[in-house]
């Protein structure tokens, strides 16, 4: 639960307030913030240091004032409120403006419950893996079942077309992000959504920019599943023993789920190129059958067994649960087939962790069965970038024909020295020893001319990165095309 700091803050927020400043405006997250509160209403401004795309043509279409450059002057006129994203830091000069000043000051995920969660029941999904395919499934079941939900989720939700939704209904489904809050809140975000229901899909060691270790993270979590009460319900993946672990002690009523064991378990799962089906079983007793989803994998089918036990519990019926399940289209960026010319299929992914990694290249091996699997790679997350998981990464490419390895990226404000940096060269020989042929590539440049020259009908691209990967994916399906 929030600490009594973070309780000081939300009794601040004025009554009145009709102007609302967010610093940081262009993050994903605080660009959906910035939509939603001028969606009820409020007048909304904000500032960062750049603003790029999509989110730079998303806040001038919601009418939204965004200042590029940070200044104190900023917050003059004052505002009423002011909205801290996480990427501020103290030296930060609206932040110093802040500390000395008087205007009333929250964090995004303070924002978020004050103006949208105290009077909704919150859904929320938390894990190291797949909550974001997992928040936009649960938001889709609610809407084609006519519940009309609101939704924050960290990707664009293909069916409602954004990666946020304000609706009239009770549910509010959020995804729950384990990262840090603010400057002036190192705990996790999760913490401040107080959910009446949430899942754990998965817990591992992730985001090695702010957690030492596993351990580090698992106290995180710990802190999740401790907040929550009696009358309120958690869904836990068994499939992964700490996710287990750290829910097993929780007041919550604890319901487990998963592909090998829990309470719930998906049977009978076939996948091909047209998705998945599955059986539910609970105790042994069936509870749905030949449930079916658009998106392969067995992750998604998880993602899936998940999302119907927390609604199943909450009180919606299986046939309900099924229906939205078969018209669930999926999020942007996660196994997303952005193109196909010459018998060549081109797919964009945000994987960046090797677990993440190994099941979207084995979904897509089922998916496209025979054919040949062609991935690339960029180290750019905060993790990713760091040699933490140089072993890790060397199986997680197991079912890849050929591997092209990138940079890794470079983070001004958080540069790595190189006896604690990812290495490429050692990582290529690794795989290539395990069977894949991989080549660390010194551009993106070169990744894409060796990618095209290997290139032949009837491989499968994957593009792999956590940003924009400098938008090989398109320039590669260009070149496609102009060689077609």
Request: proline letters at 5%; charged letters at 20%.
């Amino acid at each position: 639960m929030p600490d009594a700091s973070s309780e000081t803050r939300l009794a601040r927020i004025p009554a009145t307030a009709r102007r609302i400043h967010l610093i940081g405006v262009g993050g994903t997250a605080m660009a959906a913030l910035a939509g939603m509160l001028r969606e009820i209403g409020y007048a909304v401004t904000g500032s960062d240091n750049k603003l790029y795309e999509p989110t730079a043509s998303l806040l001038k279409r919601l009418g939204i004032d965004a200042i590029e450059g940070f200044r104190a002057e900023n917050l003059s006129p004052e505002p009423d409120l002011v909205v801290v994203g996480n990427v501020i830091t103290r030296t930060n000069p609206e932040a110093e403006a802040l500390i000395r000043g008087s205007i009333p000051y929250v964090s995004m995920p303070e924002a978020i419950w004050h103006f949208f969660l105290r009077e909704r029941n919150v859904l929320m999904v938390a894990g190291t893996h797949g909550k974001t395919t997992s928040t936009a499934m649960i938001a889709h079941i609610l809407n084609a079942a006519g519940r009309d939900p609101s939704m924050l989720v960290g990707g664009v939700a293909k069916d409602l077309g954004s990666n946020y939704r304000v609706g009239k209904g009770a549910e509010f489904v959020i995804e729950g992000d384990e990262y840090d809050t603010a400057f002036f809140d190192k705990g996790p975000k999760f913490l401040h959504y107080r959910p009446d229901g949430a899942i754990i899909t998965a817990v591992e060691f992730d985001h090695a920019d702010i957690y030492r270790d596993l351990d580090h993270v698992k106290s995180s979590f710990r802190a999740l599943a401790a907040s929550m009460k009696p009358t309120q319900l958690l869904v836990v993946c068994a499939d992964f023993p700490h996710a287990i672990d750290v829910s097993a002690t929780t007041a919550a009523r604890r319901i487990t789920f998963g592909l090998s064991v829990g309470d719930y378990r998906a049977t009978n799962i076939a996948i091909d190129a047209d998705g998945a089906r599955f059986d539910i079983e609970r105790a042994g007793k069936q509870v749905a059958q030949a449930v079916r989803l658009p998106i392969g994998g067995r992750m998604n089918v998880a993602n899936a067994l998940g999302a119907f036990v927390l609604l199943h519990e909450y009180g919606m019926s299986p046939v309900d649960i099924a229906k939205g399940l078969a018209t669930f289209s999926g999020v942007v960026r996660r196994q997303e087939i952005i193109g196909e010319t010459g018998g060549i299929t081109v797919v964009d992914d945000f994987a960046h962790h090797p677990t993440a990694i190994g099941v979207t290249l084995e979904a897509i091996a089922e998916r496209f069965a025979g054919r040949r699997i062609l991935a690339a790679f960029e180290p750019r997350s905060n993790t990713a970038r760091r040699n933490v998981f140089q072993n890790g990464f060397t199986s997680a490419f197991d079912r890849a024909s050929r591997v092209y390895l990138g940079p890794v990226y470079f983070k001004e404000n958080d540069p790595i020295a190189p006896a604690e940096r990812l290495n490429t060269a050692a990582l290529a020989e690794s795989i290539s020893a395990r069977g894949p042929h991989a080549l660390a590539c010194s551009s993106n440049e070169e990744i894409l001319a060796a990618m095209f020259a290997d290139a032949r009908p009837g491989d499968v691209a994957v593009f792999m990165s956590n940003g924009p990967f400098d938008n090989l994916k398109e320039k590669f399906l260009a070149a496609l095309r102009a060689r077609q």
